[in-house]
Each structure stands twice: as C-alpha cells, then as structure tokens.
C-alpha cells in the first residue's frame, strides 16, 4: 500500500480543514494517508513515503504576504531530501495565495526534483477539480 504523509502547518482550522480533506480523499482512494503538523514532524516519518503535501502559511508582513512565514522557511531547512517522494504543495489562505505558493515552491525545490502540484482554498474544502488534480498526483 503506497502511503501519502500530509504536513499541515495550521495557524486557522481551514488549513486544518484542508489537510483533513486531502488525507480523507487520499485514504478513500486506497493510500495509507497521515496527517501531522509541522512542529510534529520527525524525519522517521518519510521512511517509506511515496507521496508528501505540505501546507504553508503567510508571512503576516504587510510587505511579504506572498512569502511563507519564518517557521515554515525553518522547517523546510532541517526537512532531509525529499527525492524519491512524489511532493505537492497546498495553502488555505482567502488572498495571495497562488504567489506564496510560488515561493514555497522556490524554497522546497532544493529538497525535492518531484514537485508539480499545488493546491489552493480559500474555504478548507476540496473541490471536484482539486480530486481529480489528486488523482494525477497520485498516478
């Protein structure tokens, strides 16, 4: 059984939401899914990981909202290579939320050749698109 690791890191319940979604429509589609936020994260957890998402959250400066905020630069530092793990990225924020995952993008691209997918929601919910985008990511 493949099996997908969501890292959320949640600072409202619609990034938790979001997370909680993915990982129920991965399980549903037969991927052994967990969910851990951020600061819960141990590097044992990718042994044996063919699929990571992880979730971001804005810089709350009024001049970098499309920048992922500092705890999230941190993570993505200590986080070990992840090649070999297909990645996504996904953020739950009402507004910027395409550039700042552009940036998140930028900064985990030295982690990992394997990211094509982000996802983006302004309400926590998965749309009928955001499925089937999934279902690619997981092919």
Do not use: C
Request: charged residues 25%.
């Amino acid at each position: 059984m493949k099996k997908a690791l969501i890292i959320v890191q949640s600072k409202n319940s619609t990034a938790q939401r979001f997370g909680e979604a993915i990982a129920e429509f991965l399980n549903y589609r037969g991927l052994a899914s967990e969910l851990i936020p951020i600061n819960g994260f141990d590097p044992k957890y990718l042994n044996g990981t063919d699929y990571v998402l992880l979730s971001g959250w804005k810089n709350e400066s009024l001049f970098s909202t499309k920048h992922p905020d500092n705890e999230w630069e941190e993570f993505v530092k200590k986080l070990p290579s992840l090649k070999g793990i297909k990645t996504a990225l996904f953020a739950a924020n009402k507004y910027l939320s395409g550039g700042m995952l552009k940036n998140m993008k930028r900064y985990l691209s030295k982690k990992t050749e394997n990211l094509e997918y982000t996802f983006k929601s302004s309400d926590g919910y998965l749309t009928v698109s955001d499925k089937l985008v999934l279902n690619e990511f997981i092919k």
